[in-house]
């Protein structure tokens, strides 16, 4: 484009030239055509808004070239982001796994700004999903200014009695509340039931005892709905 420019500011540049060199001819100024000087008002003009056109492009270059440096400079900026988040976030759960007497902790790999990988090497079996998934959040826990972390029953659905042994013990000596949602007492291994018992809150069962209030299967008119007040956590507000 501006190559373009150039090319075509150069030939109204000649044909000035060549119109100068008329007007030298004439001699005397009452003697030049004035179609002649009309022509040569048109291509001053033709020129400098060359002139101006060219500069734009110069400067949309210019912007281009600042734009694409910017972005480059954000792209590994991202990547240098990631990389560090990457690193902290998998030391701590390498840190927790051996909390948690596991072989091998989880790795969480950044592939780009929008896709990621997080697995255990070499065990892709479902119990060691959902534990990699319960130490992911531990480690988030920890890192982050998170007050709390929930999990419910199907977390552990999958996870052997003894996995969930050490993920209960690490959430009971945790510094920030953790919330466990266990489906049956069965679910856990007898010697970690009295730690479970010493920090249970609510004990759902049938009926009234249930969580929505009654059991799914009942009859409308066989339905009772919410648990007794007596059966609630106590606490006093703070003022």
Same mark, same amino acid.
């Given at each position: 484009?501006?190559?373009?420019?150039?090319?075509?500011? =150069?030939? #109204? +540049?000649?044909?000035? +030239?060549?119109?100068?060199?008329?007007?030298?001819?004439?001699?005397?100024?009452?003697?030049?055509?004035?179609?002649?000087?009309?022509?040569?008002?048109?291509?001053?003009?033709? /020129?400098?808004?060359?002139?101006? $056109?060219?500069?734009?492009?110069?400067? +949309?270059?210019?912007?281009?070239? =600042?734009? @694409?440096?910017?972005?480059?400079?954000?792209?590994? %900026?991202?990547?240098?982001?990631?990389?560090?988040?990457?690193?902290?976030?998998?030391?701590?759960?390498?840190?927790?796994?051996?909390?948690?007497?596991?072989?091998?902790?989880?790795?969480?790999?950044?592939?780009? %700004?929008?896709?990621?990988?997080?697995?255990?090497?070499?065990? @892709?079996?479902?119990?060691?999903?959902?534990?990699?998934?319960?130490?992911?959040?531990?480690?988030?826990?920890?890192?982050?200014?998170?007050?709390?972390?929930?999990? @419910?029953?199907?977390?552990? $659905?999958?996870?052997?009695?003894?996995?969930?042994?050490?993920? /209960?013990?690490?959430?009971?000596?945790?510094?920030k509340q953790t919330f466990i949602a266990q489906g049956s007492p069965d679910a856990i291994l007898p010697e970690i039931q009295g730690e479970t018992g010493k920090h249970?809150?609510?004990?759902?069962?049938?009926?009234?005892?249930? #969580?929505?209030?009654? #059991?799914?299967? #009942?009859?409308?008119?066989?339905? $009772?709905?919410?648990?007794?007040?007596?059966?609630?956590?106590?606490?006093?507000?703070?003022?």
């Amino acid at each position: 484009m501006i190559r373009e420019l150039e090319d075509h500011k =150069a030939a #109204l +540049r000649e044909q000035i +030239r060549e119109l100068r060199s008329r007007f030298i001819h004439n001699g005397r100024a009452s003697q030049i055509d004035y179609a002649l000087m009309d022509q040569y008002a048109d291509i001053k003009v033709a /020129i400098e808004k060359l002139n101006l $056109t060219n500069q734009q492009c110069l400067r +949309r270059e210019e912007l281009n070239a =600042a734009r @694409d440096e910017a972005k480059t400079a954000m792209m590994q %900026s991202q990547a240098e982001i990631y990389l560090r988040q990457q690193e902290t976030i998998n030391t701590e759960l390498a840190r927790i796994a051996d909390i948690l007497h596991e072989k091998t902790a989880p790795v969480l790999t950044f592939t780009n %700004s929008s896709e990621y990988t997080y697995e255990i090497p070499g065990d @892709d079996g479902a119990g060691s999903k959902f534990m990699s998934l319960a130490m992911f959040d531990h480690a988030i826990l920890n890192l982050t200014e998170l007050p709390i972390l929930i999990h @419910d029953t199907p977390v552990y $659905t999958e996870i052997s009695k003894e996995r969930t042994a050490h993920l /209960i013990r690490l959430g009971v000596n945790h510094t920030k509340q953790t919330f466990i949602a266990q489906g049956s007492p069965d679910a856990i291994l007898p010697e970690i039931q009295g730690e479970t018992g010493k920090h249970t809150i609510i004990n759902l069962a049938d009926g009234n005892q249930s #969580l929505f209030g009654y #059991l799914s299967n #009942l009859e409308p008119e066989e339905r $009772t709905f919410g648990i007794p007040a007596g059966d609630l956590p106590k606490c006093e507000p703070k003022c």
